[in-house]
């Protein structure tokens, strides 16, 4: 199980505007709200598996959701990947049942804490986990044997230590169908 935070940008008005909050991620959020058929967006949500959703604080919630995710019976993909140098390398293999999935490369910071400099919680520290730092899907896979190469030189200079391969059905924001990670050397 791999889990990535998103932060959004819409809560900026209120006085700090997060570190790490990007209008994609919001932009993402409203996606994945629509896929669910929910009217409008919320913090803390919780995404699980590109199917299921709660509310992020409430524990009984997202228990369940981790249960509910598990059962799902699906394909279970690992790309192999791997740092060499300044790229990533990671294939995919034969997989004859997938016909748009979507391969998407995220660069992250594992933990991170940020000071709050404005706004209700001035002086607070915020900490970070698994924390999307950029992100771009490379294309659309057809489950054909397929290998990639990536340059990572931009995802360290914006201070990534880790990388993460997802396939996601639908698109970017269907369900998952297979992940890798490993850190950044």
Same mark, same amino acid.
């Given at each position: *199980? ?9 809560? @900026?008005?209120? =006085?700090?505007? @997060? ?11 409203? !996606? $994945?709200?629509? &896929?669910?058929?929910?009217? =409008? ?7 699980? @598996?590109? &199917? ?16 509910? %995710? ?5 394909? +279970? ?17 034969? $997989? !004859? ?10 660069? $992250?910071?594992? @933990? ?6 404005? =706004?209700?919680?001035? #002086? &607070?520290?915020? +900490? $970070? ?22 340059? *990572? ?8 230590? +880790?990388? !993460? ?6 698109? =970017?924001? #269907?369900?998952?169908?297979? %992940? !890798? ?5």
């Amino acid at each position: *199980m791999l889990t990535l935070s998103w932060p959004v940008d819409y809560w @900026d008005r209120l =006085g700090w505007e @997060d570190t790490f909050g990007k209008k994609y991620h919001s932009m993402r959020q409203k !996606a $994945y709200n629509k &896929r669910f058929q929910r009217a =409008g967006v919320f913090t803390p949500q919780m995404v699980f @598996d590109g &199917r299921l959703q709660a509310v992020g604080s409430k524990d009984g919630e997202v228990q369940k959701c981790i249960i509910d %995710a598990r059962a799902i019976e699906r394909p +279970h993909l690992t790309p192999d990947i791997k740092v060499n140098g300044d790229t990533v390398e990671f294939s995919l293999e034969d $997989y !004859a049942d997938l016909t748009m999935v979507a391969v998407r490369v995220v660069w $992250y910071l594992a @933990d991170v804490d940020v000071k709050i400099g404005d =706004g209700e919680n001035q #002086g &607070r520290s915020l +900490h $970070y986990t698994n924390v999307v730092l950029d992100t771009e899907i490379l294309e659309d896979w057809d489950g054909k044997a397929k290998s990639f190469v990536v340059d *990572m030189r931009k995802a360290r200079a914006m201070g990534a230590d +880790h990388v !993460a391969v997802l396939l996601q059905d639908e698109y =970017g924001h #269907g369900p998952m169908v297979g %992940a !890798a990670m490993t850190t950044l050397k």
